[in-house]
């Protein structure tokens, strides 16, 4: 089992920043690989981030790629998603996910194992 808490979402105008962080507990944190993803109402979740066991490769959706990053802290057991000039398409809950495929760093929700509960980001214009 793996347990993870998100937090770090909120309200911020358009061009603003913030930063979500992903508590992960339960299984040794480097032995997983860790995504970020997001759902606007009406919309199906999508990827936007993702980062290997080692934190050496990482992924990005096209929409987010110079404006996001993601790194992993493995001291804190933790996975984070900087995100700047934000746009109000930005808005949505965003997910952080775990995948214990110990293989390619994947990008589909349905490969990831383990989901955390959803903070909700909004971009104001």
């Known amino acids: 089992q793996v347990q993870l808490v998100e937090s770090g979402g909120g309200l911020v105008q358009a061009g603003g920043s913030l930063r979500l962080s992903c508590a992960a507990s339960g299984r040794t944190f480097s032995n997983y690989h860790m995504g970020w993803f997001r759902q606007a109402p009406g919309k199906e979740r999508e990827f936007v981030a993702a980062?290997?066991?080692?934190?050496?490769?990482?992924r990005y959706a096209d929409s987010v790629r110079g404006r996001f990053t993601i790194s992993r802290d493995s001291a804190k057991n933790t996975v984070y998603l900087q995100m700047n000039s934000l746009e109000p398409e930005d808005t949505a809950v965003y997910y952080c996910a775990a995948d214990l495929n110990s293989g390619s760093l994947r990008l589909r929700s349905r490969d990831y194992d383990y989901w955390g509960q959803g903070t909700q980001v909004t971009v104001s214009s």
């Open positions: 980062i290997s066991q080692s934190g050496l490769i990482t």
